[in-house]
């Protein structure tokens, strides 16, 4: 038998072999709104009336094997990074699916009948993406340092063709639907500096401030004198760089320094984290809370933007694939657990609001832009990395829409004596 006939009969075995663990994997998943198309052009159209909001596209025989590996869900995004997977249309229409295949329960039999199916398969060796391997012991100074420069250093450039035009990379927060990017953006920091009640010539003091678009909002509209930290190397060169082209550097600096030092740049009347208690790791919350309440005066207000897992939802007993590729040593904390250590460390909590909805929205508009910019994006740090923060961006917004994430702004007070600076309403968070 001719070499080439071999092959050809190889291949038509493995796509018999695929096929046959599909329909066993979705057998039961109604209704069936996408399409799946094998390598060899071969199509199932959507259950009949339904329309196909995406195709799932299986490039390879190997991609199935994804689905033996214990770390289901980073092998899963590993078959659609180096392309064994593939979706055309809405990528976030693919999480239910994804969640329902990553969460089904097989009996004995069908895992014994499944994995030799599984196993028959052909591998598909990568040239692997180098992933988050840091060493040392979680949180510390030097490992953190090394845990957000993997994040944030990827290119300030990448950043810029999907962020707003003030690259604020955090939670947006919408009017309405039908508000821009740019708009809601813009209306967060404005709510922000509303909920600290900026007063002109305060100090204030952003922990981990990105690339500076909320100190330099409360600099030029509050008139306070802003200082922020972080330690992301390329987000510190271009922050200086537009607090000076904004003419704001006699009110407005950018310090690279991990917040456990910075009891150096003297006491604030006010204090704002927004998205970086993820990287501090729930066994240094009490330290973060106590370096927080040393740094702010009597009577000072601290406002903690972030993300939390939902309460009723266990912590991963695995590495997932934001772990792996996106977001190394980041912790998603119930918002009781940060709440309790706020409070141990002598914070008041004055109010918790949860904007998941808002971070959904801003998520849709980030892959948009992201996926609007797709050749751009994948010249500037290749398509592995592209599709990597795709699959990142998609995701997230699942998580928030489902109400597995939620975003949480907690206004803290110290005290004096009991007695807290807030007026009696927050009315004046609103006009």
């Known amino acids: 038998m001719a070499m080439a006939e071999r092959l050809h009969q190889a291949r038509d075995k493995s796509l018999d072999t695929v096929v046959t663990i599909v329909h066993e994997l979705l057998r039961d998943y109604h209704p069936r709104d996408f399409a799946i198309e094998f390598w060899d052009g071969s199509r199932w159209e959507p259950e009949q009336g339904n329309f196909c909001r995406f195709t ?22 590993e078959a659609y990074i180096y392309d064994d997977f593939d979706f055309s249309g809405d990528i976030l229409a693919i999480f239910p699916v994804a969640e329902y295949l990553l969460e089904k329960h097989l009996s004995a039999t069908e895992k014994l009948r499944l994995g030799s199916l599984l196993l028959g398969l052909p ?29 944030y250093d990827v290119s300030n450039d990448f950043y810029k063709l999907w962020l707003d035009s003030a690259m604020v990379y955090s939670c947006a927060y919408f009017n309405s639907t039908d508000d821009n990017l740019d708009r809601a953006q813009t209306q967060k920091l404005g709510y922000i500096c509303r909920k600290l009640r900026l007063k002109p010539g305060e100090r204030l003091l952003d922990i981990g401030c990105g690339w500076g678009g909320l100190i330099m909002h409360a600099a030029r509209n509050n008139g306070v004198h802003a200082t922020g930290i972080t330690l992301s190397e390329q987000q510190h060169a271009l922050a200086q760089e537009r607090i000076a ?29 927004v998205g970086m208690v993820e ?14 309440f040393q740094l702010l005066k009597p009577g000072g207000v ?31 904390i119930p918002i009781s657990t940060t709440l309790r250590h706020a409070e141990e460390s002598g914070f008041e909590v004055r109010d918790v609001e949860n904007l998941r909805e808002h971070y959904f929205l801003t998520l849709c508009h980030w892959l948009r832009r992201l996926e609007a910019s797709a050749d751009t994006a994948n010249e500037m740090v ?20 489902s109400g597995k994430l939620a975003l949480y702004q907690s206004l803290l007070t110290k005290n004096i004596v009991g007695r807290s600076t807030v007026p009696l309403t927050r009315d004046d968070w609103y006009h």
Do not use: M
Request: overall charge positive; charged content about 25%.
């Open 123 to 151: 591998q598909n060796p990568h040239e692997a993406e180098p992933l988050s391997k840091l060493h040392g012991l979680r949180h510390t100074k030097t490992r953190d340092q090394c845990a957000v420069s993997f994040h």
């Open 56 to 77: 799932w596209h299986v490039r390879t025989p190997a991609a199935l094997r994804a689905l033996l590996r214990s770390d289901r869900q980073v092998a899963c995004g």
């Open 245 to 273: 082209e904004a003419g704001l550097k006699s009110v407005c600096e950018v310090r690279l320094l991990d917040y456990r030092d910075a009891g150096k740049l003297g006491e604030f009347d006010k204090l704002v984290s």
């Open 302 to 332: 601290f406002l903690n933007h972030g993300i939390g897992r939902a309460g009723n939802r266990a912590e991963p007993s695995e590495r997932t694939f934001t772990d792996a590729y996106v977001f190394p040593d980041a912790e998603l």
């Open 382 to 401: 290749g398509e592995i990395k592209y599709r990597i923060w795709r699959l990142y961006l998609a995701g997230s917004a699942h998580y928030f829409q």
């Open 279 to 292: 990287h501090v790791g729930e066994n240094k919350l009490p330290e973060y809370f106590r370096t927080a």
